[in-house]
């Protein structure tokens, strides 16, 4: 599976940009989506991910992301995007996407087996 991240800019802050992530060699309809992402000088953390647990599927949100970003799968895409609007400076940063296998590995990276190359936010004060 190879995931391919594009839609990183330059932006205001208030302002709000799309990023896409789009897989081959694999479907996202198995697939859990995840995204990350990695400031300057900072350790890589969770943004947002889709799961599920048999018929139920969670949405889940960083809290310094809630009520500002969403997650969401086009299934006919095959691409998951991650929307962030009211983007502030504290949100620069290479934004990552990721999968895996299960569908169930929510906030936990180490549970991703792949990961796209990253896409940089800058948001501008």
């Known amino acids: 599976v190879q995931l391919q991240a594009s839609g990183g800019g330059f932006v205001q802050a208030g302002d709000s940009l799309s990023l896409s992530c789009t897989a081959s060699g694999g479907s996202f309809t198995s697939l859990g989506p995840g995204w990350f992402r990695q400031a300057p000088g900072k350790v890589r953390e969770f943004v947002a991910a889709?799961?599920?647990?048999?018929?139920?599927?969670?949405?889940e949100y960083a809290d310094s992301v809630k009520g500002r970003f969403t997650i969401a799968r086009d299934i006919d895409k095959n691409t998951v995007t991650l929307q962030m609007n009211s983007l502030k400076p504290e949100d620069t940063a290479v934004y990552y996407c990721?999968?895996?296998?299960?569908?169930?590995?929510?906030?936990?990276?180490?549970?991703?087996?792949?990961w796209g190359q990253g896409t940089l936010v800058t948001v501008s004060s």
């Open positions: 990721a999968a895996d296998q299960w569908g169930t590995a929510g906030p936990n990276q180490q549970n991703y087996d792949y």
């Open positions: 889709i799961s599920w647990n048999g018929g139920s599927k969670y949405y």
